[in-house]
């Protein structure tokens, strides 16, 4: 036993027992005999050392893993105690730490960015089950048909009354018999009424009705707010000024001119964009923004937005298809795509939901509409460009300046008739922010185009218009307006400090500095772990690409989708 106390190091004095070893420290002294506690803890694994008669049992595991974990520091120091784990409850109090603060933070900010994870489930798992309990029933022997208000790609409108009972509260309605995209539209239009009441037409109800001989039809149902569009207004000679009253309920009492044109158009186009933001912050984008498909509200004053059938619910993923598009190519993006159609298809509603914000910022397909949104901005401004052999024209014209609007003026200006010169005055007007603004929003890269809350914190909005706005709206503006200033004031701050670089002044870049900036070129050859990267990530994209492709095919191939199910169906 004598060869088992020099292998571990133990060294044992008279009556006084010490026993020191390298693993435990320079000394470690323990009285000897053991108290009764002491006696208590002694474990399995004991080591019995004899010398000059005496001898001692040590618990090895248990002292050489409390000298280990918590006597250290004490047998370092050498302050006499051996310390133990508390034995004391611990405390249920939740403590607060900066990083998890800064995680918590990250984490609420990512369920409520755009088109947001935490709004998306409870619209889709409390909102749209509660509002199905409690909406109306309607068929389509319930109504009389009435006048046909229009007819498009995605189906026929008319306007109807109630056939038994005169209408309660709900006044006259408007049917519209869905050719293509039925499903879609009820999905959309429900969302909308849950999401964003004020952007789009205010809808009531949507169905779908077995028919023996064309298979089953769907039906929707709103109220009737009005039947002048967009399109049918500016096709007047008296554009703006008939939207004027409309707006206001009043005439303007001051002489026609620029500024008071330049005003009801501003108004128009803030109304347009409030409804453009209601859709996006929700995650739709409706890919066929058009003077056709904005209707004026009679009873609110106010532009909104109609014909969702082509819309994307890109929050779950409704109505997109990666290599597919729908668009009217007059008022459409170069790009022609709101997502890159690498972009996998929509996996399950939840999955997609949770990941939707990623998609969304990496992407911005809001920006596909704020494209739209211009072209009706520019054909607001100039007469030439409402007809479609105008707007044509433009398109075609735009596409040889590669996208470029300024370079599109320089080429238009020098020979441009009386109508085109008045339309470039009306947006050089308050020192060109209409036309600043225009520019913003016809580009030829999505990304560098601005979105609807930056549009309304442009200063072209700074004016109130013809219009008051309500008080949320008021809030909302007053925010874009807050963190567009910020955006800018940072901006000009950089800018400030480029502009002293070279001079006397403190805080701005030497020419030596920017002369290393310039110097800063990248390398040509990569390092072997830069070019094993390189190619798994080739590899990754390549395995992602097949996947897209089989998951493509297999969507293509289901008979019914999950979410058409929630649709009722009148027998």
Same mark, same amino acid.
């Given at each position: 036993?004598?060869?088992?106390?020099?292998?571990?190091?133990?060294?044992?004095?008279?009556?006084?027992?010490?026993?020191?070893?390298?693993?435990?420290?320079?000394?470690?002294?323990?009285?000897?005999?053991?108290?009764?506690?002491?006696?208590?803890?002694?474990?399995?694994?004991? +080591?019995?050392?004899?010398?000059?008669? $005496?001898?001692?049992?040590? !618990? %090895?595991?248990?002292?050489?893993? =409390? #000298?280990? &974990?918590?006597?250290?520091?004490?047998?370092?120091?050498?302050?006499?105690?051996?310390?133990?784990?508390?034995?004391?409850?611990?405390?249920?109090?939740?403590?607060?730490?900066?990083?998890?603060?800064?995680?918590?933070?990250?984490?609420?900010?990512?369920?409520?960015?755009?088109?947001?994870?935490?709004?998306?489930?409870?619209?889709?798992?409390?909102?749209?089950? +509660?509002?199905?309990?409690?909406?109306? $029933?309607?068929?389509?022997? !319930? %109504?009389?048909?009435?006048?046909? =208000? #229009?007819? &498009?790609?995605?189906?026929?409108?008319?306007?109807?009354?109630?056939?038994?009972?005169?209408?309660?509260?709900?006044?006259?309605?408007?049917?519209?018999?869905?050719?293509?995209?039925?499903?879609?539209?009820?999905?959309?239009?429900?969302?909308?009424?849950?999401?964003?009441?004020?952007?789009?037409?205010?809808?009531?109800?949507?169905?779908?009705?077995?028919?023996?001989?064309?298979?089953?039809?769907?039906?929707?149902?709103?109220?009737?707010?009005?039947?002048?569009?967009?399109?049918?207004?500016?096709?007047?000679?008296?554009?703006?000024?008939?939207?004027?009253?409309?707006?206001?309920?009043?005439?303007?009492?001051?002489?026609?001119?620029?500024?008071?044109?330049?005003?009801?158009?501003?108004?128009?186009?803030?109304?347009?964009?409030?409804?453009?933001?209601?859709?996006?912050?929700?995650?739709?984008?409706?890919?066929?923004?058009?003077?056709?498909?904005?209707?004026?509200?009679?009873?609110?004053?106010?532009?909104?937005?109609?014909?969702?059938?082509?819309?994307?619910?890109?929050?779950?993923?409704?109505?997109?298809?990666?290599?597919?598009?729908?668009?009217?190519?007059?008022?459409?993006?170069?790009?022609?795509?709101?997502?890159?159609?690498?972009?996998?298809?929509?996996?399950?509603?939840?999955?997609?939901?949770?990941?939707?914000?990623?998609?969304?910022?990496?992407?911005?397909?809001?920006?596909?509409?704020?494209?739209?949104?211009?072209?009706?901005?520019?054909?607001?401004?100039?007469?030439?460009?409402?007809?479609?052999?105008?707007?044509?024209?433009?398109?075609?014209?735009?596409?040889?300046?590669?996208?470029?609007?300024?370079?599109?003026?320089?080429?238009?200006?020098?020979?441009?008739?009386?109508?085109?010169?008045?339309?470039?005055?009306?947006?050089?007007?308050?020192?060109?922010?209409?036309?600043?603004?225009?520019?913003?929003?016809?580009?030829?890269?999505?990304?560098?185009?601005?979105?609807?809350?930056?549009?309304?914190?442009?200063?072209?909005?700074?004016?109130?218009?013809?219009?008051?706005?309500?008080?949320?709206?008021?809030?909302?503006?007053?925010?874009?307006?807050?963190?567009?200033?910020?955006?800018?004031?940072?901006?000009?701050?950089?800018?400030?400090?480029?502009?002293?670089?070279?001079?006397?002044?403190?805080?701005?870049?030497?020419?030596?500095?920017?002369?290393?900036?310039?110097?800063?070129?990248?390398?040509?050859?990569?390092?072997?772990?830069?070019?094993?990267?390189?190619?798994?990530?080739?590899?990754?994209?390549?395995?992602?690409?097949?996947?897209?492709?089989?998951?493509?095919?297999?969507?293509?191939?289901?008979?019914?989708?999950?979410?058409?199910?929630?649709?009722?169906?009148?027998?």
């Amino acid at each position: 036993m004598a060869a088992v106390a020099t292998t571990i190091g133990f060294q044992l004095k008279d009556k006084q027992s010490t026993i020191s070893s390298p693993f435990l420290g320079r000394k470690l002294e323990m009285k000897y005999p053991f108290q009764p506690m002491q006696q208590r803890m002694i474990s399995n694994l004991k +080591v019995s050392v004899v010398c000059a008669g $005496t001898e001692l049992v040590v !618990d %090895f595991v248990n002292n050489l893993f =409390l #000298g280990v &974990g918590v006597g250290l520091p004490c047998t370092v120091m050498e302050c006499g105690d051996i310390i133990y784990r508390s034995t004391l409850p611990r405390s249920n109090e939740l403590t607060i730490t900066a990083p998890g603060v800064i995680l918590a933070l990250g984490a609420l900010s990512y369920l409520w960015a755009t088109p947001g994870v935490a709004p998306g489930f409870w619209d889709m798992f409390v909102l749209a089950f +509660v509002e199905r309990l409690f909406r109306p $029933t309607f068929k389509k022997d !319930d %109504f009389m048909l009435g006048k046909k =208000l #229009g007819e &498009g790609a995605f189906g026929v409108v008319y306007r109807v009354s109630l056939a038994e009972k005169p209408v309660l509260k709900e006044g006259d309605l408007v049917l519209k018999k869905a050719t293509e995209y039925g499903a879609v539209e009820i999905w959309m239009n429900e969302r909308v009424r849950r999401a964003c009441a004020s952007s789009c037409a205010d809808f009531l109800y949507g169905f779908l009705e077995s028919s023996s001989k064309k298979g089953g039809e769907y039906w929707l149902v709103w109220r009737f707010e009005g039947e002048a569009t967009l399109q049918d207004l500016m096709l007047s000679k008296e554009f703006p000024y008939n939207v004027e009253k409309m707006i206001l309920g009043k005439i303007q009492d001051e002489p026609k001119g620029l500024v008071r044109e330049n005003r009801i158009i501003q108004t128009i186009m803030r109304q347009l964009l409030f409804a453009l933001d209601g859709l996006h912050s929700t995650g739709i984008v409706h890919r066929d923004i058009k003077p056709q498909n904005i209707i004026f509200s009679e009873g609110s004053r106010t532009f909104k937005i109609i014909d969702l059938g082509a819309a994307a619910d890109l929050r779950v993923g409704i109505n997109y298809i990666p290599k597919e598009f729908l668009l009217d190519p007059r008022y459409a993006a170069p790009e022609q795509y709101i997502m890159s159609t690498q972009t996998p298809s929509a996996p399950s509603a939840p999955v997609a939901t949770a990941l939707s914000p990623v998609l969304w910022q990496m992407n911005l397909p809001d920006r596909f509409d704020i494209y739209s949104t211009g072209l009706i901005y520019l054909q607001m401004a100039f007469p030439s460009l409402r007809t479609d052999s105008g707007l044509i024209q433009f398109n075609r014209q735009l596409k040889r300046c590669g996208y470029d609007l300024i370079e599109w003026r320089k080429t238009v200006e020098p020979r441009a008739n009386t109508e085109l010169r008045k339309g470039f005055e009306l947006l050089d007007l308050d020192g060109g922010i209409g036309w600043e603004l225009l520019t913003s929003m016809i580009r030829y890269k999505a990304r560098k185009r601005t979105s609807a809350k930056a549009a309304l914190a442009h200063p072209y909005f700074d004016k109130e218009g013809l219009l008051a706005l309500s008080v949320m709206q008021k809030l909302r503006l007053q925010y874009f307006r807050t963190t567009q200033q910020d955006y800018s004031e940072a901006a000009k701050w950089v800018i400030g400090l480029m502009a002293k670089s070279g001079t006397e002044k403190d805080g701005g870049f030497t020419e030596a500095q920017l002369q290393d900036f310039k110097e800063i070129e990248p390398k040509k050859k990569g390092n072997p772990q830069r070019n094993a990267l390189a190619s798994a990530l080739r590899l990754q994209r390549k395995i992602g690409r097949t996947l897209n492709e089989s998951m493509d095919e297999l969507n293509q191939q289901r008979k019914s989708l999950w979410w058409s199910r929630w649709i009722p169906r009148e027998e």
